[in-house]
């Protein structure tokens, strides 16, 4: 008897991978495409630049918080600050496929925050309040305000912004972009491809369900898997409202996710910034 039900179980195994395997097929389901080693390098090395940016960063504020008088809480911000670099250069060091750059960059945002509470404390002044990092770049840090900014060609978005970029933007300046290499030179990450959206996911997606991301931004980051198909469950149309940080237009009627519609009707994908717009980054792999 034991035998029978054996052979049973297998047998059904295999019909559910067959079955499975024809519905694929059937509904025309692209298959999930071989990660090449162009597709690692690209993500890691943009992790890489990164990593040391921020021990850079460190240590140049390493003599600030010596001679700032570090009573108990500052101290712990800077140990935060600290733990978040090493816990980077180790995830760095563990990174085997694309979508471990996430875990590089995620430590990085959490870092930069735990450094904007460091001067905050030096400076004397109230903690920051906990946002997306700036859109333009990341490594920047947490963002302090919402502009209304659009690319030659593309559409406008109001976006998060850190301090710096936001006094760029209105003195008629342009904001620091970060670059990552594609090719022989070197293109916003928006328009790098979805090489680059585990990099990008790292920072943003511990946002995705507070209503502190753009609509077009949070489209992105549930549209779809690494391999670029759509991913059921989702509605990111225009109810997710304005994109906007007032509490209230971004996280829209916390409904629609579900719908199973990505489409997100013209707000975020192709002519949105430049080349297929931030919609590259459509698989930030929820």
Request: charged share 25%.
């Amino acid at each position: 008897m034991d035998l029978l039900l054996l052979l049973l179980l297998i047998g059904g195994i295999f019909w559910l991978i067959s079955s499975a395997s024809r519905r694929s097929v059937g509904t025309g389901a692209p298959a999930r495409r071989a990660v090449s080693a162009a597709d690692l390098e690209a993500p890691r090395r943009a992790a890489e630049e990164d990593v040391t940016r921020f021990g850079e960063e460190l240590q140049r504020l390493d003599l600030d918080v010596q001679m700032a008088g570090v009573d108990e809480a500052m101290l712990q911000d800077w140990q935060r600050a600290l733990d978040s670099y090493e816990s980077a250069k180790r995830s760095l060091e563990l990174v085997q496929m694309p979508e471990d750059v996430r875990h590089v960059t995620t430590a990085l945002e959490d870092g930069r925050y735990a450094v904007a509470c460091v001067r905050a404390r030096r400076d004397g002044q109230p903690l920051p309040v906990r946002r997306p990092p700036c859109f333009f770049n990341p490594s920047h840090g947490p963002s302090t305000t919402d502009v209304d900014w659009s690319p030659p060609g593309g559409q406008a978005r109001r976006i998060p912004v850190c301090g710096a970029d936001a006094d760029r933007l209105a003195q008629g300046a342009e904001p620091d972009i970060r670059t990552v290499p594609q090719g022989a030179g070197r293109v916003p990450y928006w328009n790098a491809g979805p090489a680059y959206s585990p990099w990008a996911m790292g920072y943003f997606s511990m946002y995705a369900a507070t209503g502190l991301l753009p609509a077009f931004m949070l489209g992105s980051l549930l549209a779809t898997d690494w391999d670029g198909v759509p991913a059921d469950g989702f509605d990111t149309g225009g109810d997710a409202g304005d994109g906007g940080f007032d509490g209230g237009d971004g996280g829209g009627d916390g409904g629609d996710f579900g719908g199973g519609d990505v489409s997100g009707g013209g707000d975020f994908g192709a002519g949105g910034f430049g080349d297929g717009g931030f919609g590259d980054f459509g698989d930030f792999g929820f």
